[in-house]
C-alpha cells in the first residue's frame, strides 16, 4: 500500500502567516493516464471534509486562491497564502492512484 | 444545492450487519464515481469502498472486501453500503463521497 507521510503533524499561525504542509509519497503517484491522483482536504473542528485541491494543483470550485497545490511523483506541497481564522482544522493529503487509496495522517493548523 | 444525506448507522452487536444509504441531489449521480470513507472516533480518514458511476467496478481494500458491498441505484439518485460479519474496529463515521461533495457522516457503533 502507498504510505503518504505528512509534515509537520500541527502547525500554528498568526493572521495572515503563509504556512506550507508537506505530503511525501512511498511511491510515485503518476499514473498511466498522465494525471496525477493526489488531493488535499480540510476537515473543520465537527465538520466533514472538504475537497480543496485536486490533481496536486486544482483548486476546487469555492475554494479561495489563497490555497495552492504543488509537486509530482511522490514530493507535494500545499500552500496557504495568508492563512485566515476558519483555515484552522486538519488538512490530509489523498492518493487516489494507486488502489487501495491512502490518506495522509494529517496537518492540524491552529491559529495563534 | 448539492447534497449527500446519510442514513442506517446506529448501535449493533459484533457479527451482525447493516446496511447505510446515502441520497444524491443537485448533481447528476450517474456522471460521478462514489466513495464511501470512514472516521474512527479521534483518528484520520480511511477509505472503505468505491464504485464507478455505472456501478459496473467496485473496488475495496482488503480491511473490508468480503464483508462489506457498496451497490447503487442511479434511477434512485441512492448510494448503500452493506457491512456484514461487523467488528468493534469498523466502529468510526461513514461519510459519502463524491470527492468535491461530502455528506455529514453516519455514526456506526459495534458493540455488545
Known amino acids: 500500500d502507498v504510505v503518504l507521510t505528512q509534515t509537520p503533524p500541527t502547525l500554528s499561525a498568526t493572521i495572515g502567516q503563509s504556512v506550507s504542509i508537506s505530503c511525501r509519497s512511498s511511491?510515485?503517484?503518476?499514473?498511466?493516464?498522465?494525471?496525477?491522483?493526489l488531493n488535499w482536504l480540510l476537515q473543520r473542528p465537527g465538520q466533514s471534509p472538504q475537497l480543496l485541491i485536486y490533481?496536486?494543483?486544482n483548486l476546487e470550485s469555492g475554494v479561495p486562491n489563497r490555497f495552492s497545490g504543488s509537486g509530482s511523483e511522490t514530493d507535494f506541497t500545499l500552500k496557504i497564502s495568508g492563512v485566515e481564522a476558519e483555515d484552522l482544522g486538519v488538512y490530509y493529503c489523498?492518493?487516489?492512484?494507486?488502489?487501495?487509496?491512502?490518506f495522509g495522517s494529517g496537518t492540524k493548523l491552529e491559529i495563534k | 444545492e448539492v447534497q449527500l444525506v446519510e442514513s442506517g448507522g446506529g448501535l449493533v452487536q459484533p457479527g451482525r450487519s447493516l446496511k447505510l444509504s446515502c441520497v444524491a441531489s443537485?448533481?447528476?449521480?450517474?456522471?460521478?464515481?462514489m466513495t464511501w470513507i470512514r472516521q474512527a472516533p479521534g483518528k484520520g480518514l480511511e477509505w472503505v469502498a468505491s464504485?464507478?458511476?455505472?456501478?459496473?467496478?467496485?473496488y475495496y481494500p482488503d480491511s473490508v472486501k468480503g464483508r462489506f458491498t457498496i451497490s447503487r441505484d442511479n434511477a434512485k439518485s441512492t448510494l448503500y453500503l452493506q457491512m456484514n460479519s461487523l467488528r468493534s474496529e469498523d466502529t468510526a463515521t461513514y461519510y459519502c463521497t463524491s470527492m468535491d461533495a461530502w455528506g455529514q457522516g453516519a455514526s456506526v457503533t459495534v458493540s455488545s
Open positions: 464504485i464507478t458511476n455505472t456501478g459496473g467496478s467496485t
Open positions: 490533481s496536486v494543483s
Open positions: 511511491q510515485s503517484l503518476l499514473d498511466s493516464d498522465g494525471d496525477t491522483y
Open positions: 443537485g448533481f447528476t449521480f450517474n456522471n460521478y464515481w
Open positions: 489523498m492518493q487516489a492512484t494507486h488502489a487501495p487509496f491512502t
